[in-house]
Structure formats: structure tokens, C-alpha cells
């Protein structure tokens, strides 16, 4: 008669109670490859968080591509609008693509107030391309490029040296004694220590002051973030198939968080490594344990078996041993991984919540390996012949 799940549980406990240093010195092998696992992914769980951190306190991560000399004729080509069109007809990975032109600081003034800030013309769509939320007012319509209205965007650090208390929005201001409505508020940049202002126009106001009907650089904003170097590529490889002998020079805003990224993932890989192999030495050890312990209790096994105990109830007892292992190392290396991890995080500050899903790959590879390791040791002691059994 085969035993009940609960007299299997209360056997495994006795056998593993009845030799206690020879447990806990497994507890212990498979308490540190827990613990090297949990940690690896503590680790990239963190990483993972404060690049995400990093990421939300500036633009949304994108590409600029600015025209080279051509290598033949040694003149340097201008984006126009028709290339944004070209690219984004093409680049399906793209999530938005604008243009940009940098232009010299201004004086601006309201009232009495003066200030020279940043002079930025943007093109259709670059809002969304740069990710920022406006803080008050629209964004730049259809029309507005349509009809060349005089119109601007300026950042709160603007709003508040030139307008102080009012709301801007409505206002006219002066750039070069030319006025321009206030249509929106952006989000000053957190990228500058030093904001100094910023005012954007459109590149189609900004084309009739000056003449100039080219964009000085193009802005795509990737899908993923994973997409950004092939989506650099892609671009590239177009427009240089567009324009024959030209070159391209490019850049991403977010190339550092890129590097330490990388950088982390292959940390966090080879510290998984680590635990991998602190784990199965854990498996070695209850592999050892349980085939020492069959040893040992050979006449034991025999005379279960003469009573009636089936090869089933002997090999799922030496597996519950192992089982029962696994999960008190495991589940002691995690509680005490993830004190630890608390404590270094509030004091370097670092962005942590408790995962259950990484504690549960931690704790189910503990079991998988430990039952690993004893089953073949099991399945020796379920087959012995119970008159040789008792006999040993």
C-alpha cells in the first residue's frame, strides 16, 4: 500500500533531521548558488530600472543625421522636407521623423523684459519625435506651417524670466523686432545645468525671413529603443543610396545610457554564469548526499520494502529529501538577497521593488537541479532487491 503524500513529507523531514550537519552543509551549497542567481537578477532588475530612470528624465531617445561633403564633388547636399517623406516611407521601424534647424541667439523681449535664449526651428511632427509633453498651450498645426503664421513654443525657464506671473500664452513677443504669438508652454530641458531659454518656430516662418528652405538635420525617434543602431544604419545606408557620394554624419542622444547598458547586461550575464555554476555545485552536493544517504540506509530501504512499501513511495522519498533541500536554501538565500538588496538600495538610492517573478526562476532552478541530482540516486534505491537490502 502506497503511503499518503503527508507520511512521505513527515518520513523525508525525520530522515533529513535525523543528520543534521550532512543537511545543513547542502542547505548551505545550494543556499549560495541561490543566492548568486538571485543576486544576478537583483542586479539586472536594478540596471534595468535606473536606465529606464535615466531615460524618462530627458527626450525620447532618437538619431540625428546631419549631410557630409560629397566625395566627388566636395559640396555638401541640404535635407529638405521630401527626405523626412523619403525616410519615413521607408523606415518602418521609425515611431516619428522630424527636421531640425539651429539658429543664432536672439534678442527677445516683452515689455521690459530681454533675454537671449536658444533659437530653434523645428518641422512638421517634431514634438512627438522628441517625446516632450507640452505644459500648457498646442503644438504646432498644419495650418500654422501652411500659412506661415509667426508663431512659437517657449520653455518654462522663458516663460518665467520674461512673463513672470502673466500667462504667456497669447502674448505676443518680439525676436528681432518681429512679433510672434506664444502658443505653448514646453518642459525646460533637464539635459542643460544652466537652462539659458528656449524658443522654437517653424521651419516654414523660419524659411521666410531667411530664404532658406532646407532642414540642417533630420531626427528620427526609433519604435524601440533595441532599434536605435539599425535604424541608424538603415537611414545611412538610404541616403547615401539617395544621394551618391555623399556622406552622413550621426549621432543618438542616448549613445552613454547605450554603452552602460551594455555594459550591465554583459555584467549581469557573466555573474549569471557565476550562479549557474554555484548551483550545480549545489546539485553536486545533494547528488553526494542522497547517494551516501541510500548507502546508509540500505537495511532501512529493505525492510520498508518486506513491509510493503512500493519502489514508487522509496524513490519519492529520497526525491522529497532533495525537494525539501532545495527550498529552504533557496528560499533562505532569496529572503536574505533581497534584505540586502533593500539596504543598498536606499542607501545609494537606486530604484528597487521586490520582483516575484525572479524570485520564482531563482527558487524553481534550486528545485529543478536538486531533484535533478537526486532522481538518478532515487531511482537506485526504489530498485534494490529488499532480501539483498536487508541482508546489507
Known amino acids: 500500500m502506497s503511503l499518503s503524500p503527508f507520511n512521505l513529507i513527515g518520513l523525508s523531514c525525520q530522515s533529513l533531521l535525523g543528520n543534521p550537519l550532512r543537511s545543513s552543509l547542502t542547505i548551505v551549497g545550494v543556499f549560495m548558488g541561490v543566492a548568486a542567481v538571485s543576486a544576478t537578477l537583483q542586479v539586472r532588475s536594478i540596471s534595468q530600472a535606473?536606465?529606464?530612470q535615466q531615460l524618462a528624465e530627458r527626450n525620447a531617445p532618437q538619431v540625428g543625421l546631419v549631410p557630409q561633403r560629397n566625395r566627388i564633388t566636395r559640396q555638401r547636399i541640404a535635407f529638405t522636407l521630401e527626405d523626412i517623406e523619403?525616410?519615413?516611407?521607408?523606415?518602418?521601424?521609425?515611431?516619428?521623423?522630424?527636421?531640425i534647424n539651429w539658429m543664432r541667439s536672439s534678442l527677445v523681449v516683452f515689455q521690459d523684459k530681454e533675454a537671449t535664449p536658444n533659437m530653434i526651428a523645428v518641422a512638421p511632427n517634431h514634438l512627438e519625435t522628441s517625446g516632450q509633453q507640452l505644459v500648457a498651450g498646442r503644438a504646432f498645426n498644419s495650418t500654422d506651417y501652411q500659412s506661415f503664421r509667426p508663431v512659437v513654443m517657449i520653455d518654462?525657464?522663458?516663460?518665467?524670466q520674461l512673463f513672470q506671473q502673466q500667462n504667456p500664452l497669447g502674448q505676443n513677443l518680439y525676436?528681432?523686432?518681429?512679433?510672434?504669438?506664444?502658443?505653448?508652454?514646453?518642459?525646460?530641458?533637464?539635459?542643460n545645468e544652466e537652462?539659458?531659454?528656449?524658443?522654437?518656430?517653424?521651419?516654414?516662418?523660419q524659411s521666410t525671413i531667411s530664404g532658406n528652405y532646407t532642414i540642417r538635420s533630420i531626427l528620427i525617434r526609433p519604435q524601440k529603443l533595441e532599434d536605435l543602431q539599425s535604424l541608424e544604419e538603415q537611414a545611412i545606408q538610404l541616403l547615401e543610396q539617395?544621394?551618391?557620394?555623399?556622406?552622413?554624419?550621426?549621432?543618438?542622444?542616448?549613445?552613454?545610457?547605450?554603452?552602460?547598458?551594455?555594459?550591465?547586461?554583459?555584467?549581469?550575464?557573466?555573474?549569471?554564469?557565476?550562479?549557474?555554476?554555484?548551483?550545480?555545485?549545489?546539485g553536486v552536493g545533494i547528488a553526494n548526499v542522497t547517494i551516501a544517504s541510500v548507502i546508509e540506509r540500505t537495511p532501512e530501504i529493505g525492510l520498508r520494502r518486506a513491509i510493503g512499501a512500493t519502489q514508487k513511495d522509496v524513490m519519492l522519498q529520497f526525491i522529497l529529501e532533495a525537494a525539501i533541500l532545495s527550498l529552504v536554501g533557496g528560499s533562505l538565500a532569496i529572503a536574505t538577497v533581497h534584505g540586502l538588496t533593500v539596504i543598498v538600495a536606499q542607501r545609494f538610492e537606486f530604484p528597487y521593488a521586490f520582483e516575484s517573478r525572479s524570485a520564482a526562476i531563482a527558487l524553481s532552478?534550486?528545485?529543478?537541479?536538486?531533484?535533478?541530482?537526486?532522481?538518478?540516486?532515487?531511482?537506485?534505491?526504489?530498485?534494490?532487491?529488499?532480501?539483498?537490502?536487508?541482508?546489507?
Do not use: C, H
Request: aromatic content about 10%.
Open 50 to 52: 535606473v536606465i529606464a
Open 86 to 99: 523619403f525616410l519615413k516611407r521607408r523606415l518602418k521601424q521609425a515611431k516619428a521623423i522630424s527636421g
Open 156 to 160: 518654462e525657464y522663458l516663460a518665467k
Open 175 to 191: 525676436i528681432d523686432l518681429k512679433p510672434y504669438s506664444v502658443v505653448g508652454i514646453l518642459p525646460t530641458s533637464a539635459e
Open 195 to 205: 537652462p539659458e531659454g528656449e524658443v522654437w518656430m517653424t521651419t516654414a516662418f
Open 242 to 282: 539617395r544621394y551618391k557620394g555623399s556622406q552622413f554624419w550621426s549621432w543618438n542622444t542616448v549613445e552613454e545610457i547605450l554603452e552602460q547598458k551594455n555594459t550591465l547586461e554583459s555584467v549581469s550575464t557573466a555573474l549569471l554564469v557565476v550562479g549557474a555554476i554555484s548551483l550545480l555545485v549545489g
Open 365 to 392: 532552478s534550486a528545485v529543478f537541479v536538486g531533484v535533478g541530482a537526486g532522481f538518478f540516486p532515487s531511482l537506485r534505491a526504489s530498485q534494490l532487491d529488499p532480501v539483498k537490502a536487508l541482508k546489507g
